[in-house]
């Protein structure tokens, strides 16, 4: 059984930096794709950042530039680094995950709340 534990939100200033950590408690990590969603008041939860099994990442827009997700396989652990934050990060951030085999996200974190004010 996979499950995902977030840490490392906060509430910082808009410039600031985070990073935020996502555990993977359970079997083959190396063959799960990875992905941060967020949800804001009142929006839809969207696909932030992702990287699949083998290390290839994808930004969305809004945070091209400016966050960087990566991997660990050895700790099964990746991360979020979040620089140049601004307001409108802010949100409640998820680390969810899928088989490679899967075509959505089927594991949920609890999620980790970013407030970013200035």
């Known amino acids: 059984q996979v499950q995902l534990a977030e840490s490392g939100g906060g509430s910082v200033q808009a410039g600031d930096s985070l990073r935020l950590s996502c555990v993977f408690w359970?079997?083959?990590?190396?063959?799960?794709?990875m992905g941060w969603f967020r949800q804001a008041p009142g929006k839809e939860r969207e696909l932030v950042a992702q990287i699949t099994a083998g290390g290839s990442t994808y930004e969305a827009d809004s945070v091209k530039g400016r966050f960087t997700n990566s991997r660990d396989n050895a700790k099964n652990i990746v991360y979020l680094q979040m620089n140049s934050l601004k307001p409108e990060d802010t949100a409640i951030y998820y680390c969810a995950t899928k088989h490679i085999s899967t075509s959505t996200y089927d594991i949920w974190g609890q999620g980790t709340q970013v407030t970013v004010s200035g």
């Open positions: 359970g079997r083959s990590f190396s063959s799960y794709v």
